[in-house]
């Protein structure tokens, strides 16, 4: 394994539009991040999971976004009804989690543009 | 709940010339402090971490950080930068309580020039 992938790399939509986002993570790692970056400011936790369960959801993550990972391995990220204040980079990280230490790895993200 | 401060959001800086990053954060329990590069066109990758025992840590590539409780900062220096050096530095903090989740600060770009 390589390490995280994240598909598709960019993603232009039109605002009202649904538009879902996906990440394979490192295959042994059991915790999976999602976080948003926009422009010129630092990354944003969104929400995580360890295994199949979602922990955490931030209170940026509006009703209009959903976040699964159904079998513990990949996960989706989607966002309904779009609107252009989504256009940002979202990025995934997955982690192995053991006795504490946590290094979380990172995929090349996700770039949208709301139209 | 805890936050970071990047005091520097772009520091330019001549090739061989020593360059410091300033990172400062707040939290009132103990958390993992970490250093993050972004080059230009690719993904976040780790510098270094501090987790606990010596304060000051390395990386492969020249740079180290050291952690100082008192003044709650985790300074990120390189004695002889090279062009290869240009990018984004993030630091973050994280507590195991709190999943682990990454918190960022804005970043600081440093252009490297010749």
């Known amino acids: 394994d390589t390490g995280v992938s994240q598909d598709p790399r960019h993603k232009i939509t039109k605002r009202g539009q649904n538009v879902t986002f996906r990440c394979d993570p490192i295959?042994?790692?059991?915790?999976l991040y999602w976080y948003r970056q926009t422009l010129g400011q630092g990354p944003e936790f969104l929400t995580y999971?360890?295994?199949?369960?979602?922990?955490?959801k931030s209170r940026l993550l509006s009703d209009r976004f959903s976040a699964e990972r159904p079998k513990g391995s990949f996960s989706t990220l989607e966002i309904q009804r779009t609107e252009q204040g989504d256009s940002a980079m979202y990025l995934c990280?997955?982690?192995?989690?053991?006795?504490?230490?946590?290094?979380?790895?990172f995929g090349p993200g996700t770039r949208l543009t709301v139209l | 709940a805890q936050s970071v401060t990047q005091l520097d959001s772009q520091v330019p800086v001549f090739e061989e010339a020593p360059v410091e990053l300033r990172c400062n954060y707040s939290s009132s329990v103990s958390v993992y402090l970490f250093w993050y590069v972004q080059y230009p066109n690719q993904g976040l990758q780790l510098l270094l971490k501090y987790l606990s025992g010596s304060t000051l840590v390395e990386s492969i590539n020249g740079f180290e950080a050291e952690f100082n409780k008192s003044q709650t900062s985790f300074h990120l220096r390189k004695p002889s930068v090279h062009i290869s050096d240009t990018a984004e530095y993030f630091c973050?903090?994280?507590?195991?309580?709190?999943?682990?989740?990454?918190?960022f600060g804005g970043g600081t770009r440093v252009l490297v020039k010749p």
């Open positions: 295959s042994e790692h059991n915790r």
């Open positions: 973050a903090v994280s507590r195991r309580a709190a999943g682990n989740k990454l918190t």
């Open positions: 990280a997955s982690s192995l989690e053991f006795q504490g230490e946590n290094e979380q790895f």
């Open positions: 999971f360890q295994n199949e369960a979602q922990l955490e």
